[in-house]
């Protein structure tokens, strides 16, 4: 997955996990007020306002979520029901030609701790090369 410099410049996770969620603010996905492509008695599918340019070094046509209308921060606190119609819509969507993508509970790049997951459509055809050019990343842990 990679944002293009003019996307990413909109779409800093760490402002925006402060900006939208914090203990004083109500969850942006329990809030949010957008019309839904698909609304179902459990789940529901948006778009997502800050989707990728790339994903499997191919252009991003559609990105989607699915999120659950209850607040929950990972799949196994969701209901039977709820599981029942989120993988009906995963698999609808799957049929539809989208990548699905979800991160674990406690991941660090996740931005809002509210279950969601990503429903990524990709151009069909594939690139003849891929050029990534960024400075290096090291970590160190002692």
């Not at 839904?36 to 252009?59: A, H, T």
């Not at 991160?103 to 931005?111: L, M, P």
């Not at 809002?112 to 400075?135: D, G, T």
Request: glycine share 2%.
């Amino acid at each position: 997955m990679y944002r293009k410099r003019k996307t990413k410049k909109r779409y800093n996770p760490d402002k925006t996990r402060k900006s939208l969620y914090s203990k004083s603010k109500p969850c942006p996905f329990c809030d949010d007020k957008a019309k839904p492509k698909y609304q179902g008695k459990y789940i529901k599918v948006l778009d997502n306002i800050y989707s990728y340019d790339f994903w499997e070094m191919s252009r991003v046509k559609d990105h989607l979520m699915a999120i659950p209308m209850r607040h929950v921060e990972s799949l196994s606190e969701l209901n039977d029901k709820e599981k029942i119609e989120m993988i009906e819509v995963l698999a609808k969507y799957e049929k539809q030609g989208y990548n699905i993508y979800a991160r674990e509970k406690d991941n660090k790049i996740k931005t809002v701790p509210h279950y969601h997951v990503h429903l990524i459509k990709i151009e069909s055809k594939k690139p003849r090369a891929f050029l990534f050019i960024r400075k290096p990343y090291f970590t160190w842990k002692y």
